[in-house]
Nanobody, 118 residues
Framework: QVQFVESGGGLVQPGGSLNLSCAAS????????MGWYRQAPGNQREPVAA???????SYVDSVKGRFTISRDNAKNTIHLEMNSLKPEDTAVYYC????????????WGQGTQVTVSS
């Protein structure tokens, strides 16, 4: 069973940047496709970015060109570099295996809060 700890969130102004990190535990991390997800109040949790075990990446259209996902299999971590942040990026950000159900069931960490506001 894999567990996740997210960090790096905070309060930034529109146009600012943040870098998120996720530390994972588990013996199969290096072969898992991984992803970042986010959930704002009143909204469903949604996938944001994904990265395969070999480093191939994909993004939802709303963050494409602004966010970059990466992974370090030797350290069991994934990262999300966020640039040109917008107020609509405000959410709690989570990491998990790519392709998992986004509902409350499952192995979700506590997430890290990102707030974009003037």
């Amino acid at each position: 069973q894999v567990q996740f700890v997210e960090s790096g969130g905070g309060l930034v102004q529109p146009g600012g940047s943040l870098n998120l990190s996720c530390a994972a535990s588990g013996s199969i991390f290096s072969i898992l496709p991984m992803g970042w997800y986010r959930q704002a109040p009143g909204n469903q949790r949604e996938p944001v970015a994904a990265i395969s075990s070999r480093g191939s990446t994909s993004y939802v259209d709303s963050v494409k060109g602004r966010f970059t996902i990466s992974r370090d299999n030797a350290k069991n971590t994934i990262h999300l570099e966020m640039n040109s942040l917008k107020p609509e990026d405000t959410a709690v950000y989570y990491c998990n295996a790519a392709g998992v159900a986004t509902g409350p069931a499952g192995s979700w960490g506590q997430g890290t809060q990102v707030t974009v506001s003037s």
